[in-house]
């Protein structure tokens, strides 16, 4: 059983940051990607960033040059460092990982529960 862990999130001014974080625990064999989504009010969920084991990265282009996604293979955690912070950035923030697991052949992507970004003045 894999547990996906989100933290950082809160309230922010715009122009502001905030870096959130998400660990992968469980009998874990690897993981492939692991990125961010993020649901906004009234909005379906949307990808924010994905980065590889390997280090590549894919940005959606809203938040290109603002936001970075950064990965420690060690501790199984990946981050989203967030700048420049706007209103529409405001949305429930999901952390995502494609695992292979001890005793499987098949990767399975696993979700966190959520943490809430709110940016406002």
């Known amino acids: 059983q894999v547990q996906l862990v989100e933290s950082g999130g809160g309230v922010v001014q715009p122009g502001g940051s905030l870096r959130v974080s998400c660990a992968a625990s469980g009998s874990i064999s690897s993981i492939n990607r692991m990125g961010w989504y993020r649901r906004a009010p009234g909005k379906e969920r949307e990808l924010v960033a994905h980065?590889?084991?390997?280090?590549?990265?894919l940005y959606a282009d809203s938040v290109k040059g603002r936001f970075t996604i950064s990965r420690d293979n060690a501790k199984n955690t990946v981050y989203l460092q967030m700048n420049s912070l706007k209103p529409e950035d405001t949305a429930v923030y999901y952390c995502n990982a494609y695992i292979l697991l001890f005793g499987s052949v098949r990767y399975t992507d696993y979700w966190g529960q959520g943490t809430q970004v709110t940016v406002s003045s």
């Open positions: 980065i590889f084991r390997g280090g590549d990265t």
